[in-house]
C-alpha cells in the first residue's frame, strides 16, 4: 500500500523537511516487510488559487482503492500499535493508497474533512504543519516496525 502525504507550505531545506524525509526512508525499508510503501510528500501551496489541491484529492475520495486521512485535533486519537493496526487492516481491505492529508495555518476545509476516509488526531493541541509532518512520518516509520515485530517500539 503506498502511503502519500499531502502537505501544505514548503519545506525547502528546513530541518523539518529532513527529519520527515529520514523518517519516510526508514519506513519505505521497514514497510517493504509488511506491505507498506512507497511513502512521499506531495506538498502544496494553500494561498495559492485555488487552495487545496481538489483535483488530486477528489480523485482519491470517489476511488474505492484510495483512501484519504485528514489530519485534524477533532479527529480520532489512536495509540501507535493502534494505528499501526489501522495501517495493516486498510492494507488488508485492498486500498493500494493511503493518503493523508495535512492542512495549512486555517486547517483543512470541511467539504473535504466530510468527504474523507478517517480522521486522526495527534491530541487536543495544534501543531505546526510542518511538525505535523515530522510527527506523522515517525509514526509511519513506528507502525511498519511494530507490524515487522523490531524492537523500536518497545511496550
Not at 531545506?13 to 525499508?29: C, G, H, I, Q, V
Request: charge should be positive.
Amino acid at each position: 500500500m503506498k502511503i502519500r502525504i499531502d502537505a501544505a507550505g514548503r519545506a525547502r531545506a528546513l530541518p523539518e523537511a529532513t527529519l520527515a524525509n529520514s523518517y519516510l526512508e526508514r519506513f519505505d525499508r521497514a514497510g517493504r516487510t509488511a506491505g507498506l510503501g512507497p511513502a512521499s510528500i506531495v506538498e502544496f501551496d494553500v494561498g495559492r488559487k485555488g487552495g487545496f489541491p481538489e483535483d488530486r484529492l477528489r480523485r482519491v475520495i470517489e476511488s474505492p482503492h484510495s483512501l484519504l486521512c485528514c489530519l485534524d485535533e477533532r479527529g480520532n486519537r489512536l495509540s501507535s500499535p493502534e494505528f499501526a493496526t489501522r495501517l495493516a487492516g486498510w492494507r488488508e481491505q485492498g486500498i493500494s493508497e493511503a493518503v493523508f492529508l495535512i492542512g495549512g495555518a486555517d486547517g483543512i476545509p470541511e467539504r473535504i474533512r466530510g468527504a474523507s476516509d478517517f480522521s486522526l488526531s495527534f491530541g487536543p493541541m495544534v501543531f505546526p504543519h510542518m511538525l505535523a509532518r515530522v510527527m506523522l512520518a515517525e509514526q509511519l516509520y513506528r507502525a511498519a516496525s511494530i507490524l515487522c515485530g523490531t524492537p523500536y517500539h518497545r511496550n
